[in-house]
């Protein structure tokens, strides 16, 4: 395959285009250890040695400092490898690794997750935030079904009808209705606000 160009990121890395539309990144020592040029023919065993010896460890140490700083997705990871521009099998490859150690878990991610916004946070509104986290629809069920029962819901709402001192003796129609309309932003469902704002 062709080296197609070279696009400078910054003063330590160089950007390596492929004509087949592939790129990595590599540092410029790394360039010239290489002796890679523009419109040169990169063979196949020159570019499974870089890979090898450099995008996969570098991919790997790349993902384990990520989930260092925090636990992420399988989704986010991917993500953050793809800003780094590198080759879709490196990346197979590093998320391969975390995953053979358990270091990358979207269940137990799912789980911290709900257990963790669970008193602040609507089922529905953690459901929509892990799904869009790149969470499986299968695991965030599973941990909603885990972590979530009709009386955490309640709970809550009865919570936040506290801390907005609302009392539905004293609370006028539209003083009920505001209520209401602010436990549906918060993601609660109607059937619950219902049922504590009847009772509160």
């Not at 790349?62 to 992420?72: I, Q, T, W």
């Not at 602010?182 to 609660?188: V, Y």
Request: contains cysteine; hydrophobic residues 35%; proline residues 1%.
């Amino acid at each position: 395959m062709q080296i197609q160009q070279f696009e400078k990121l910054d003063k330590k890395r160089v950007r390596v285009l492929l004509e087949d539309g592939n790129s990595f990144v590599l540092y410029y020592g790394e360039k010239k250890r290489y002796e890679l040029e523009e419109g040169m023919e990169l063979s196949e065993e020159v570019f499974q040695e870089i890979t090898s010896e450099v995008l996969v460890p570098r991919a790997r140490k790349r993902v384990m400092h990520l989930l260092e700083r925090m636990d992420r997705t399988e989704s986010q990871l991917r993500a953050k490898l793809k800003q780094g521009y590198y080759p879709e099998d490196v990346i197979e490859e590093a998320i391969s690794y975390v995953k053979g150690y358990h270091y990358l878990d979207d269940l137990r991610f799912a789980q911290n997750y709900v257990r963790n916004h669970k008193d602040q946070k609507s089922q529905r509104i953690i459901e929509v935030e892990l799904l869009r986290r790149g969470v499986a629809k299968d695991f965030v069920q599973q941990a909603l079904e885990e972590e979530y029962c009709e009386e955490n819901e309640r709970d809550l709402i009865l919570k936040w009808t506290q801390k907005k001192h609302y009392s539905s003796e004293t609370a006028d129609l539209k003083e009920k209705q505001r209520m209401y309309q602010f436990l549906l932003r918060k993601g609660f469902h109607w059937n619950d606000i219902l049922y504590v704002l009847e009772r509160v």
